[in-house]
């Protein structure tokens, strides 16, 4: 007995997670957090190809090649993927913010920034001009992405990522890399919504009664109508035994 609640308790517990389609991105983009997101964004496609995944942010970024490759993989799967910003998304994390294929959002208090990828470089000169040639390689890969995602014109961002650019979520959605702010509500706009869902669920439960009740007298119709019907009947009946008597 004991066995069957176990595994029926875990059942609904796989249910539940079978129907979670949230992603974290939580923490600098080192490997420890870009990849479990990136087997989880794939794991997510493949249960249903169909069903939107969210992914949270709340990244100070890091590595520039782990961002890239968490935004590739939103680009190669089916599903949409959107983005919501909650604390700071900067650097890397604020292009995986601009680059979610569905709805792209942020918590109105959140802070955003994107700048040119700090690169290192160390070794002789031949050494330092190639690894030169690669990083402005990757700040042109960097100005091409935030320019689809964003639709500003390249010399713009060219300009604005030579130094830490930082955004409200306002000024974000101006620029181009959100679609549309979470505001915060406040304690009386709070109080407000839920006494509205009250008086709302109130007025369905009112209404429900109104019409239950309205139903009630026509089931006391066809209880009386089945009550003059018998007594018919039984008329009809005693009067027939009556001629037959009289006959008799």
């Known amino acids: 007995m004991t066995k069957k609640k176990t595994s029926s308790r875990t059942e ?38 169909r069903a939107p995944i969210n992914l949270y942010i709340n990244s100070s970024g890091g590595n520039g090649y782990n961002a890239d490759a968490i935004i590739a993989i939103m680009h190669s799967i089916s599903p949409k993927v959107n983005t919501i910003c909650l604390g700071h998304a900067l650097s890397g994390a604020c292009e995986i913010l601009a680059s979610g294929t569905g709805d792209r959002s942020s918590y109105e208090f959140a802070t955003l920034m994107f700048h040119q990828t700090i690169w290192e470089a160390e070794g002789d000169i031949t050494s330092l001009e190639i690894q ?9 890969a960097q100005i091409e992405l935030l ?11 060219r300009k604005d990522i030579e130094r830490d650019h930082y955004l409200s979520a306002d000024e ?35 209404t429900a009664r109104k019409r ?26 005693s009067s027939s035994r009556a001629k037959r008597q009289e006959s008799n």
Do not use: W
């Not at 320019?147 to 961002?157: A, L, P, S, W």
């Not at 974000?172 to 505001?183: L, N, R, S, T």
């Open 12 to 49: 609904k517990t796989r249910d539940v997670d079978e129907s979670n389609r949230d992603v974290y991105v939580f923490g600098r983009l080192e490997n420890e957090v870009a990849m479990p997101v990136i087997r989880r964004l794939l794991k997510l496609a493949e249960r249903d190809a």
């Open 172 to 206: 974000a959605q101006e620029y181009g890399i959100i679609d549309k702010v979470i505001k915060h509500q406040s304690r009386a706009k709070r109080k407000l919504t839920l006494a509205a869902s009250n008086a709302g669920q109130a007025a369905r439960k009112s």
């Open 147 to 157: 320019h689809r995602c964003t639709g500003q014109d390249k010399e713009v961002i």
């Open 212 to 237: 239950a009740s309205a139903v009630k007298p026509a089931g006391g119709a066809r209880k009386s109508t089945r009550s003059v019907r018998s007594k018919t009947v039984k008329k009809r009946a």
């Open 132 to 140: 030169a040639t690669q990083g402005k390689r990757f700040r042109e």
